[in-house]
């Protein structure tokens, strides 16, 4: 992990000019944030990346809205971040039901 995936990697305050680095990043990075951080509005962001690794990382990421996974669930192009996405809902959901 290079620096500058570790430091956004940790973040839990983003500002506008965090969230467009990480954009700028290659997809591989973007690709590797997108699984472990916690900003909603650049999880949706990145749901729509041309790169099916970034969307990938989205679809399996806890943080990204359900909003975001039930659209990627239902309408990703790709069949694994459909299925990853779906897998995480229900995760989520069973989560949610096990703490009630």
């Not at 467009?20 to 990145?46: P, T, W």
């Not at 990627?72 to 809902?89: G, Q």
Request: aromatic share 8%; net charge negative.
């Amino acid at each position: 992990m290079d620096d500058a995936i570790q430091f956004y990697s940790l973040k839990t305050v983003w500002t506008p000019w965090d969230e467009a680095a990480v954009l700028k990043m290659d997809y591989q990075s973007r690709a590797e944030l997108a699984s472990i951080i916690n900003c909603e509005g650049l999880l949706v962001d990145l749901s729509m990346d041309q790169h099916a690794e970034v969307r990938f990382g989205v679809a399996q990421n806890g943080h990204t809205p359900l909003q975001t996974l039930t659209r990627l669930s239902e309408e990703d192009l790709c069949i694994t971040v459909k299925e990853t996405a779906s897998k995480t809902l229900w995760n989520l959901s069973a989560k949610s039901e096990s703490a009630r």
